[in-house]
T-cell receptor, first 112, second 110 residues
Framework: DAGITQSPRYKITETGRQVTLMCHQT?????MFWYRQDLGHGLRLIYY???????DKGEVPDGYVVSRSKTENFPLTLESATRSQTSVYFC???????????FGPGTRLLVL | SQQGEEDPQALSIQEGENATMNCSYK?????LQWYRQNSGRGLVHLIL?????REKHSGRLRVTLDTSKKSSSLLITASRAADTASYFC??????????FGTGTRLQVFP
């Protein structure tokens, strides 16, 4: 029972590079979410998806792109990374929303 | 921003004491949830309380909700060192997404 996994767990990149963070869940949950966590801001929603091929913006979507071609995967792409995107990124899933969300272990991203 | 606020931002207690943290939010909700985050890890769901409920229990956790004051509290009784973590409330504001607060950092000393 793998649950929800994120890869990579740690990533260092340079300003201007494209980076993709992966999220995979084994529960066939309909909803998936991407958050970023920064000191002083708590968790902020970047994008979410209610089902395959349905995505919607959250609170801080600028500079990010998502897709959801399969129910179990929800990749997050930083098209041209900036230093302000240095953060810890969490993926979560839930069967319905707004109900209990299950979080992955996070990806720590450093943009130099 | 619709982000709720937890109070206090940080709390230090001894093992065996009770810990109370509060959450305030801004507009009407369907439900309010509490999550725990151990250092460097993902969040773990603790309790969900719906807008028509006033109190809910789970083991040593007690959550109350006062919709007239737009506030909730999380009480952890007989705290243990293992309860050391950050605690977040999250509200839905009648949408299909959650807005998380900035969290309360709880330190329980043995």
């Amino acid at each position: 029972d793998a649950g929800i996994t994120q890869s990579p767990r740690y990533k260092i990149t340079e300003t201007g590079r494209q980076v993709t963070l992966m999220c995979h869940q084994t529960w066939s949950h309909s909803y998936m979410f991407w958050y970023r966590q920064d000191l002083g801001h708590g968790l902020r929603l970047i994008y979410y998806s209610a089902a395959a091929d349905i995505t919607d913006k959250g609170e801080v979507p600028d500079g990010y792109v998502v897709s959801r071609s399969k129910t179990e995967n929800f990749p997050l792409t930083l098209e041209s990374a900036t230093r302000s995107q240095t953060s810890v990124y969490f993926c979560a899933s839930s069967q319905t929303s707004p109900e209990t969300q299950y979080f992955g272990p996070g990806t720590r991203l450093l943009v130099l | 921003s619709q982000q709720g606020e937890e109070d206090p931002q940080a709390l230090s207690i001894q093992e065996g004491e009770n810990a109370t943290m509060n959450c305030s939010y801004k507009t009407s909700i369907n439900n309010l949830q509490w999550y725990r985050q151990n250092s460097g890890r993902g969040l773990v769901h603790l309790i969900l309380i719906r807008s028509n409920e006033r109190e809910k229990h789970s083991g040593r956790l007690r959550v109350t909700l006062d919709t007239s004051k737009k506030s909730s509290s999380l009480l952890i009784t007989a705290s243990r060192a293992a309860d050391t973590a950050s605690y977040f409330c999250a509200t839905d504001y009648n949408t299909d997404k959650l807005i998380f607060g900035t969290g309360t950092r709880l330190q329980v000393f043995p």
